[in-house]
């Protein structure tokens, strides 16, 4: 029997996402794949998953996040604090967009980009299915593809070390770093 990894590796743009008809286009579009740990974890309904993802961030990526509003603050860009506060439901910073058994989009609409993160579990990838955590984002202006320029190596180190993460502690809610 083959151990599986619990780390997170690059993937392929799951075709069958809710978000795939987004990712002609788009500015930034990637996949991450991590192996579902355990039964508990492929029991878990959607957003339980994603809020135990997204809610249970590292302590440096909690300042880089105080970094990122520092600046951004001032090009008239939401703060992570106004995107909690926003409208709808949320998981963490990210509004829900849609929710199926299988699948939950959240993301988010501002002036300077639109971005959609896709949690997609399948069957596959493990003897308890595995977890893709695809992105797209379009940007409308100068603004947006600057800040997708610098904040495309972290987002890749967030989102491996973040979904990583979950998969280790079985998708239970973890102590912040």
């Not at 743009?13 to 991590?34: E, F, K, N, R, T």
């Not at 993301?107 to 997609?120: N, P």
């Not at 797209?136 to 973040?162: D, E, M, Q, S």
């Amino acid at each position: 029997m083959q151990a599986i990894t619990l780390r997170a590796r690059k993937a392929g743009l799951p075709p069958h996402a809710s978000i795939a008809p987004l990712y002609p286009g788009s500015d930034l579009a990637d996949a991450y794949v991590v192996a579902l740990p355990n039964a508990h974890a492929a029991g878990m309904d959607m957003e339980s998953l994603a809020h135990t993802l997204f809610g249970n961030q590292p302590g440096w990526a909690q300042k880089l996040m105080v970094l990122r509003d520092a600046i951004v603050a001032r090009f008239g860009i939401k703060t992570a604090q106004q995107l909690r506060n926003g409208e709808g439901g949320r998981v963490g910073i990210f509004r829900i967009y849609a929710v199926t058994a299988n699948e939950i989009v959240v993301g988010e609409d501002d002036s300077h980009l639109d971005f959609r993160l896709s949690m997609l579990r399948s069957t596959a990838g493990g003897p308890h299915g595995s977890v893709t955590l695809a992105s797209a984002v379009h940007c409308h202006n100068w603004l947006g593809r600057a800040y997708i320029f610098l904040i495309r190596p972290f987002h890749k180190l967030i989102v491996r070390y973040t979904l990583s993460r979950a998969a280790r502690s079985g998708f239970n809610q973890v102590r912040l770093e």
